[in-house]
């Protein structure tokens, strides 16, 4: 527009329009200024703030970028690593963790980082520059760009060191309580004011066969009988309230087993609240030494008493005491022996003479007085025992006034005792307990060789050097028995006369006791039993020999009887068959069937040999008369006679024997052996095989045998087995074929019969080699 055209007026108008707008622009710009001048003052008190509260912190503030980098830290990092927040800048928080601390951390923070995470509560340990750990606490929130690009993380870490190690040792203290706990024996509980279990040690759940969680929270008295629950609640009530000290309620395994106990509890604090604490004591130990002693007490076949030692009065007494001294029960209980008359304190002293320092007395001689006067003489013995946390003196009295009348008739007995010796047609002497001869019957010198006019070379000397070494520990054995209480002992022993020969003597011995009934020699009668020995020792070899034979004859019988069966089974199947379909069946099919049983006619006769040569020679019957013959005459029938079986299976036999060599054996008996070796060869090699019959002259004066084949062979364990009726080996041929082994066995004793020896060399999978030797 061209102001020029304007008037006046619309220009002052145009002008104050202006003016307005820009006295609009300045109050804008003016506020503006005034805004930022407040926003910058603002924000420089909360930054104020900000540096004063970080500062007042007594957590460590701190920046990283994304890669984990310090990019700030508060003036705490001397505190936390005794570094300067400048040495801090540039490094990472793994540059102050051991390396297995960083690279656990360093999984952690990986995977926060990837998800863009806050950190919360994360543990772990660094090490500040004196070398000291120190345990972090981390928390942080993650710093975004506006395109919500990670920057890195802005955070607070917590020194709760103390507070780790404060947590660790009330860990070790738990632990250390729990299994101080759990290796005391006795029942600990831990009950609620209720009476409901809420902890026991290992005891009670290995114990009483229940588990943690069958146990906590239900009542204690679960663990009582269920009959006696009532009163043990009671008792435990009374406990509680100080009137009892202990509940004798006995508990029961979870399988109804009772464990006699004494239960004690208290009151007290378990984590901060009422609890009662219960103590069960197994007392089944003493409970069972007090039975023992009680048990031992009564049936004491001695008198025994029990006193109190203060004031000597009896407790108890066995009923041998009331038979012996003739009191009834109620006139000694509570009363002393000098009160009763028994023990008068002359008697009472002469005994403690004998006593040692801690008052016992062992067999101590005193007379007492029963209740009817008479008088009788013992062997006291006595010693002070604690039961408990009582003292009491434990007597025990051996009547022996029977033994004094009859010393008497003992010294006679012995006069009359000699007098039997001597007259005895057997030998007769006795000896002391450790051998020594001290009186020896004349017939007992004959037996032994020695002359009755120097009986001299007898007495004086030990048993021992009469009785041949390999009897001494049987000797020894019989004296320990015989003076340790048996009657007497019966035995055989090998004995040497004075010549030294040895023969058999039975030797019949027995104590001979003193007036106290003490053991002080040994009575012995001995007769020669060497031909009754003899007789025994044959008539056992006989009864052994028979019955081995019995029971190898059982044995071989019952392996005969079964492949018996397999050729006459065959035999009767081709029979039936033909009988029934024979004007059917083709004259191949007839061929096939005569075949196979000619092969089962031919199996049943090489049983039968084998089972007649092996009677006949187990019943020792059958002649043996060698002869000289060509050996190729001896072997050439057994190869026809094995040749049909050996083509069967396209095995050729080869004979490498000369026309020459001359043997001289029994021909039926040759041809017996050489026929059950190649057949056995036969058995155990496979089609197209090949057997090799060898011999050659060894020695000058024998011939040396063999038959080798290239069949399935054996092992060493199967070798040792051969030859054995009692381990016959019954195994299948390479084409099922059966047998007994017991061609072996004749091949053997025929070979022996010969004055020969025989010999197996074999191996698994590439074949055997049995040979033999018969002298020229």
């Known amino acids: 527009m061209n102001y020029e055209d304007k008037t006046k007026e619309e220009l002052i108008q145009e002008l104050q329009a202006m003016q307005k707008n820009v006295d609009e622009l300045k109050s804008s710009y003016d506020f503006a200024i005034d805004g930022r001048i407040r926003i910058e003052k603002a924000l420089k008190e909360s930054e104020d703030r900000l540096k004063d509260i970080v500062f007042s912190m007594a957590d460590w503030v ?3 970028d994304q890669n984990g980098v310090y990019t700030y830290s508060s003036h705490k990092s001397i505190d936390f690593f005794g570094q300067t927040r ?22 952690i923070f990986s995977e926060i980082v990837k998800n863009k995470e806050p950190i919360k509560d994360l543990e772990n340990w660094s090490i500040g520059k004196n070398g000291n750990k120190t345990c972090l606490l981390t928390n942080a929130v993650p710093i975004l760009d506006e395109d919500g690009n990670l920057k890195g993380y802005r955070g607070v870490d917590k020194d709760i060191t103390e507070r780790k190690q404060a947590e660790e040792l009330l860990v070790q203290i738990q632990t250390n309580y729990e299994t101080f706990f759990n290796t005391i024996d006795d029942f600990l509980y831990v009950l609620d004011e209720q009476g409901n279990i809420i902890h026991t040690n290992t005891t009670v759940t290995g114990r009483l066969g229940y588990t943690r969680d069958e146990l906590i929270g239900k009542a204690v008295l679960l663990v009582h009988p269920p009959e006696r629950r009532e009163e043990a609640g009671k008792i435990v009530s009374e406990m509680l309230l100080g009137i009892t000290e202990f509940c004798p309620i006995p508990v029961m395994t979870k399988s109804g087993i009772q464990i006699p106990v004494e239960t004690r509890v208290n009151s007290g604090v378990w984590n901060g609240k009422p609890a009662i604490f219960g103590v069960s004591k197994d007392i089944s130990k003493i409970k069972l030494s007090e039975e023992k002693f009680s048990k031992l007490f009564h049936i ?59 008052g016992k007395v062992v067999d101590g001689e005193a007379d007492l007085k029963a209740k009817n006067g008479e008088i009788k003489h013992v062997l006291l013995s006595a010693e002070n025992i604690y039961i408990q946390d009582k003292k009491y003196r434990f007597t025990v009295v051996h009547d022996v006034t029977e033994r004094k009348q009859a010393e008497k008739i003992l010294h006679e007995a012995n006069k009359k005792m000699e007098a039997m010796i001597l007259a005895s047609p057997d030998g007769v002497g006795i000896a002391s307990l450790n051998g020594k001869v001290s009186l020896v019957s004349d017939n007992l010198y004959s037996m032994y060789g020695y ?50 020969t040895r023969f058999f003597v ?49 044995k071989f019988f019952s392996i005969i009887a079964h492949d018996l069966r397999s050729p006459f089974q065959t035999l009767l199947g081709y029979t039936r068959m033909m009988v029934e379909n024979l004007p059917n069946l083709k004259l191949d099919e007839i061929q096939l069937m005569a075949s196979e049983m000619r092969n089962s006619a031919n199996k049943l006769l090489n049983l039968l ?74 058995k155990f090699t496979p089609k197209g095989g090949t057997i090799d019959i060898t011999a050659r002259a060894i020695n000058g004066n024998a011939v040396e045998i063999s038959v080798r084949d290239n069949g399935i062979g054996m092992n060493i364990k199967m070798i040792e087995r051969l030859f054995r009726l009692d381990e016959l080996i019954i195994s299948k041929g390479t084409d099922g074929e059966s047998g007994t082994g017991l061609g072996l066995i004749i091949f053997k004793d025929f070979v022996e019969k010969h004055g020969g ?20």
Not at 340 to 355: D, F, N, Q, S
Not at 469 to 489: F, M, Q, W, Y
Not at 509 to 529: C, K, Y
Not at 759 to 768: K, P, R, Y
């Open 62 to 64: 701190w920046e990283v």
């Open 86 to 107: 400048d040495y801090l800048i540039g490094r990472t928080p793994f540059d102050f963790m051991l390396p297995a601390e960083a690279r656990r951390v360093g999984a």
């Open 300 to 358: 004491n076949p001695f008198a025994c008493g029990l006193s109190d030692l203060e004031d000597g009065k009896y407790i108890e007494v066995n009923d041998v005491f009331y038979a012996l001294l003739g009191f009834e029960k109620d006139e000694v209980m509570g009363h002393t022996a000098f009160e009763l008359g028994i023990l008068t304190p002359k008697t009472a002293k002469a005994v403690l003479k004998k006593a040692d320092a801690n």
């Open 451 to 500: 002359p009755l006019d120097k009986k001299e070379e007898l007495l004086g000397r030990n048993v021992f050097e009469f009785i041949d070494a390999s009897s001494h520990e049987k000797l020894k054995e019989n004296i320990t028995k015989v003076i340790s209480g048996t009657d007497k002992t019966i035995s055989e022993y090998l004995a040497i006369k004075k010549d030294g």
């Open 506 to 554: 039975e030797i019949n011995s027995a104590i001979l006791r003193n007036s106290v009934g003490e053991p002080v020699e040994i009575l012995f009668v001995e007769r020669d039993v060497t031909e009754r020995k003899r007789a025994e020792n044959a008539l056992k070899l006989k009864s052994e020999e028979l019955f081995k034979a019995n029971a190898e004859k059982d």
């Open 609 to 682: 040999e084998n089972l007649l040569q092996w009677s006949q020679m187990q019943r020792g019957i059958g002649g043996f008369e060698p002869q000289s013959f060509s050996l190729m005459d001896g072997i050439g029938p057994v190869i026809e006679l094995v040749l049909e079986a050996a083509e069967k299976k396209t095995i050729r036999i080869i004979n490498h024997v000369t026309e020459d060599m001359r043997i001289t054996a029994d021909p039926k008996m040759f041809e017996s052996i050489m026929r059950n070796l190649v057949f056995n060869a036969i």
């Open 757 to 776: 020896k025989v010999w197996v060399e074999s191996e698994e999978n590439v074949g055997s080699v049995f040979s033999f030797t018969i002298p020229f």
